[in-house]
Each structure stands twice: as C-alpha cells, then as structure tokens.
C-alpha cells in the first residue's frame, strides 16, 4: 500500500503562483511513476503531469505545458507541482496518483494509488 497525501492549494490571484505537494508512505516510493490530475467543478478529471520514478521523464497536459513543472526528491518521498502563470481555468482539485510503470501515464485507469486532492481556485 502507499498512502499519498497533496497539500499547498489554496487561492490565489490569475498570473499567480503555487506549489503542490504529494507526500508519500508506505512502499518505496521511487519504484513509482507519479502523476497529477485536476478536477474542475461540473467537469470529468483530467491528466495534468507524470513523472518518471526516477526524475529523468516528464510529460505534461498541452493545457499546462510551459507553466507548470512537476519533480520529485525521492528522499522525501514526495512529489511537486509548481504552478505558475495560473489561469481561472486551473480553478480544480488537484490529485496525486502512483503507478509501477512510466507509461500510459495520462489514462487514470492505470493508477495503483490516490490521494484525497487539494483545492486551487485561481481568481480573475
């Protein structure tokens, strides 16, 4: 089992910044790829990045790509999302999932584990 727990939402202004955290236990977390979703009120979740278990790949959401970053310090068993130039359309839960394998990383499907999510409202 692996228990993953997201904090840093919060609200924050359009042009804005904020940084997420997915804080890992149980299993070795660096056997797992990791990956962010979003769910907008009213609409279905959605693949925002991976991350391989190693650091070394990263893929992001065409929505997101060049403003948001996703790493990770397999030291502190945790992974991040820095969120930068946030928009009213990043408005959403955000969740951390982990996977064995780097692949198919944007079907939600293939997650093994989830956590409860973290809210981020961007305002105009």
Same mark, same amino acid.
């Given at each position: 089992?692996?228990? =993953?727990?997201?904090?840093?939402?919060?609200?924050? +202004?359009?042009?804005?910044?904020?940084?997420?955290?997915?804080?890992?236990?149980?299993?070795?977390?660096?056997?797992?790829?990791?990956?962010? !979703?979003?769910?907008? &009120?009213?609409?279905?979740?959605?693949?925002?990045?991976?991350?391989?278990?190693?650091?070394?790949?990263?893929? @992001?959401?065409?929505?997101?790509?060049?403003? !948001?970053?996703?790493?990770?310090?397999?030291?502190?068993?945790?992974?991040?999302?820095?969120?930068?130039? =946030?928009? &009213?359309?990043?408005?959403?839960?955000? @969740?951390?999932?982990?996977?064995?394998?780097?692949?198919?990383?944007?079907? +939600?499907?293939?997650?093994? @584990?989830?956590?409860?999510?973290?809210?981020?409202?961007?305002?105009?």
């Amino acid at each position: 089992q692996v228990q =993953l727990v997201e904090s840093g939402g919060g609200l924050v +202004q359009a042009g804005g910044s904020l940084r997420l955290s997915c804080a890992a236990s149980g299993r070795t977390f660096s056997n797992y790829a990791m990956g962010w !979703f979003r769910q907008a &009120p009213g609409k279905e979740r959605e693949f925002v990045a991976a991350i391989s278990w190693s650091g070394s790949s990263t893929y @992001y959401a065409d929505s997101v790509k060049g403003r !948001f970053t996703i790493s990770r310090d397999n030291a502190k068993n945790t992974v991040y999302l820095q969120m930068n130039s =946030l928009k &009213p359309e990043d408005t959403a839960d955000y @969740y951390c999932a982990a996977k064995m394998l780097y692949s198919s990383m944007s079907v +939600q499907g293939g997650y093994d @584990y989830w956590g409860q999510g973290t809210q981020v409202t961007v305002s105009s």
